[in-house]
């Protein structure tokens, strides 16, 4: 059974940058498609990146040219780089597998001065 365990949140000032790690267990992390979800308060959860096993990524419009989704193999982690972050990317970041169904716990990102 695959577990997915999200860290790397914190609070960050506008126009600061954090990373994000998504640290899988399990033997086939290498087959998986992951991707990246956030929530803010009072908003639906939305797709923010994925990457498959292939690593062919996609990204929301709203992210795109600022974050950068990237995978390691070796380390079962999936990694979510932001940078030039806004007071709009606060929210609880979610890594997801698609095929195993499952979530992280989440971890908080703060934009704000």
């Known amino acids: 059974q695959v577990q997915l365990v999200e860290s790397g949140g914190g609070l960050v000032q506008p126009g600061g940058s954090l990373r994000l790690s998504c640290i899988a267990s399990?033997?086939?992390?290498?087959?998986?498609?992951i991707t990246w979800y956030r929530q803010a308060p009072e908003k639906q959860r939305e797709l923010v990146a994925g990457?498959?096993?292939?690593?062919?990524?996609n990204y929301a419009d709203s992210v795109k040219g600022r974050f950068t989704i990237s995978r390691d193999n070796a380390k079962n982690t999936v990694y979510l780089q932001m940078n030039s972050l806004k007071p709009e990317d606060t929210a609880v970041y979610y890594c997801?597998?698609?095929?195993?169904?499952?979530w992280g716990q989440g971890t908080q990102v703060t934009v704000s001065s």
């Open positions: 997801y597998s698609p095929l195993v169904r499952t």
């Open positions: 990457i498959t096993n292939g690593e062919t990524t």
């Open positions: 399990g033997r086939i992390f290498s087959m998986l498609t």
